[in-house]
T-cell receptor, first 113, second 112 residues
Framework: AQTVTQSQPEMSVQEAETVTLSCTYD???????LFWYKQPPSRQMILVIR??????QNATENRFSVNFQKAAKSFSLKISDSQLGDAAMYFC??????????FGQGTRLTINP | EADIYQTPRYLVIGTGKKITLECSQT?????MYWYQQDPGMELHLIHY???????EKGDLSSESTVSRIRTEHFPLTLESARPSHTSQYLC???????????FGQGTRLTVV
């Protein structure tokens, strides 16, 4: 069974607009971590934002914010004021146990100028 | 820029050959990971390590093996490469539970 599910294989947004990428996950643990990573074309994977499950407050990093719904096991990423440099594959990830880091299928985000 | 390096970046090799993909990090991280990723697709965890002399298999069954003799080094070996092993292999490391994972640039392996 898929532990981390991203149901949107592709998304597109107009430059300067807002887009939300979806992620759901499954875990029986109460203490875990969630991440969004970005993989630009032919470049290294980098961290976008991180959320600790025991913190109710949604994480934010400049134009990037999450909507963390613990009971629903949902962790969506909102990108505001989209820029051309935001075009990439976005991966949702869950840290299980001591360090087992598993990823979703990814969402390819296209920014239309 | 993260201090984690993978070599080679690209490798084309014949069926049946033994290969080792190198991964090194200079950050002193205990936790290291190997992922297999087909182009534009999800990452599958194939191996991870808590520290020296500790390795675990990930969710995706893999014919590869790993070793962790030194903190900074986490090589992946395929004893007999097959075309089904053609993929991109990504190495990552993190400092502690819940911290950011840093990724290498990947090794794109083609077995012909």
């Amino acid at each position: 069974a898929q532990t981390v599910t991203q149901s949107q294989p592709e998304m597109s947004v107009q430059e300067a607009e807002t887009v939300t990428l979806s992620c759901t996950y499954d875990t029986s643990e109460s203490d875990y971590y969630l991440f969004w990573y970005k993989q630009p074309p032919s470049r290294q994977m980098i961290l976008v934002i991180r959320q600790e499950a025991y913190k109710q407050q949604n994480a934010t990093e400049n134009r990037f914010s999450v909507n963390f719904q613990k009971a629903a096991k949902s962790f969506s990423l909102k990108i505001s004021d989209s820029q051309l440099g935001d075009a990439a594959m976005y991966f949702c990830a869950l840290l299980q146990g001591a360090q087992k880091l598993v990823f979703g299928q990814g969402t390819r985000l296209t920014i239309n100028p | 820029e993260a201090d984690i390096y993978q070599t080679p970046r690209y490798l084309v090799i014949g069926t049946g050959k033994k290969i080792t993909l190198e991964c090194s990090q200079t950050m002193g991280h205990d936790k290291m990971y190997w992922y297999q990723q087909d182009p534009g697709m999800e990452l599958h965890l194939i191996h991870y390590s808590y520290g020296v002399n500790s390795t675990e298999k990930g969710d995706l069954s893999s014919e590869s093996t790993v070793s962790r003799i030194r903190t900074e080094h986490f090589p992946l070996t395929l004893e007999s490469a097959r075309p089904s092993h053609t993929s991109q292999y990504l190495c990552a490391s993190s400092e502690y539970r819940g911290s950011e994972a840093f990724f290498g640039q990947g090794t794109r392996l083609t077995v012909v």
